[in-house]
């Protein structure tokens, strides 16, 4: 089809405007988040509004230069990008500035660059150019080992930068891994385990692992080949690690009841086998597999927990989980959060009045915290004008991506969508409590020169190959 050399006439404008919206309204709430009475100017280029006010103006820019570039330009330097990206979180762990513990950024003058920002951008583009390979089967093992490292090499070199967060965000990719056929399993497993997770946390692990037993043998009950043989296979395991329990509890032999729970299951795991190698029930192993992994899960929950995980980020999900409660340590952002935003009301307190605000009683406000500042302000009317403007955002990614006649650029458009959706559902959920803190900012409000050029290219890349949806992009 041949091309029309004007692209202003093909984009989605109304992506344009709810992208021009979000900015705007991100600009005044971090004017809010920071105002003084001794800085009246919004303009001031001292401040960090002012600042914003500059990046903002070049991601402009940097928009339209995006429109203006060749929509096939993305497709064949994805792998080039990818590696240069790659290079660039190598070398800001040699040479980077370490800012609140994270060794995350370039400092250049005045200005700062994260390169784990732009790495999303490499990241997505390089998902996108193997999954649209010319019969790429996403299910072979080699295939998902091959995504698998794409994924991990950013994820591990951000991890060593003390950067959890914007690390966490590559799991967002199992969403458009789902949509290109990845099957259904793997949500479900990867929601089972972060429950497993959690109920590990709040439970000793003996209660856990008797729900596991109970679950395992009820569903084989349901699956198995000969109802009678299944029942008294389950009555047998049930009735073994009772005894088991038992006899060490009465004569103190101090062994650990985890581990006998545990015993039965596994003399009797080769009678599961059996039923799937020759009675040919599916089910079997796969309640097999789950039950162990979900053991091990379970039983690595301290390892991970204690020796992984920061102690700023044990704090965060105790404190969410109600396990340890610290209003003034750990769990003060959180808590003030809430405050500034329960005390804005329906219609908030209005513009440059909000309290908690101008009194900085919420730290990083202006950054991870700035939905706050909206929550107080403009209350719930205005909290709930800007999650709709991202919903709808959101609707109009998954459009768009859905009328992409080529598999690049529908790939791509779901990695945006994945990656948007991971930042607005965390960042908000964190402000208002019902997710733990781990760091990163909500598009287009937070303040920051990186996340918004970042979030404006993927957004004009987007709007590009969506003009040129009618020619095939190799």
Known sequence: MRRNSNIFAKIDWLVVLIYLLLVFAGWINIYAAVYDDSHHSIFDVSQKYGKQMIWIIAAFVIGFVILLIDYRFFSITSVLIYAGMMLLLAAVLLFGKEVNG???????????????????????????????KPNFIIHKFKNLIHLGIILVIPMMLILLQND???????????LVFYREGLTGWVLVIGVLTIALFIASLLFAPIY????????????????????KKAINYSILIVLSAAILVAVNHYLKLG???????????????????????????????WIVLIFWG????????????????????????????????????WGYNVNQSKIAIGSGGFAGKGFLKGTQTKFNFVPEQSTDFIFCTVGEEWGFLGSLFVIFLFVGLLIKI??????????????????V??????????????????LP?????????????????????????LLNMDAHRFELIN
């Open 294 to 329: 979900a053991v091990g899960v379970n039983y690595s929950v301290d390892y991970v927990f204690n020796e992984v995980l920061e102690q700023h980020h044990r704090k965060r999900i105790n404190d969410l989980l109600g396990i340890e409660s610290d209003l003034q340590g």
């Open 255 to 285: 062994y650990n009841s985890y581990l006998l729970i545990t015993i039965p299951v596994a003399l009797f795991t080769p009678f599961y086998l059996y039923a799937f190698l020759r009675k040919k029930v599916k089910a079997a192993l």
């Open 398 to 415: 998954i459009q768009i991506a859905e009328r992409q006649r080529s598999t690049y650029a529908r790939v791509y458009a779901y990695g």
């Open 437 to 461: 803190v781990i760091g990163i900012p909500l598009p287009f409000f937070s303040y920051g020169g990186s996340s918004l050029w970042v979030f404006t290219i993927f957004i004009f890349i």
């Open 208 to 227: 856990v692992i008797i729900f596991l037993v109970t679950s395992f043998l009820l569903v084989f009950i349901k699956m198995a080949f000969h109802k």
């Open 102 to 132: 994270a060794r995350s950024w370039f400092e250049i003058g005045s200005i700062r660059l994260q390169p784990s920002e732009f790495a999303k951008l490499a990241t997505t583009l390089m998902v996108a150019r193997v999954l649209s």
């Open 164 to 174: 959890t967060g914007s690390a966490l965000v590559y799991s967002s990719f199992v």
């Open 417 to 434: 969508f994945a990656i948007f959706l991971f930042h607005f559902t965390i960042n908000i959920g964190m402000t208002i409590g019902i």
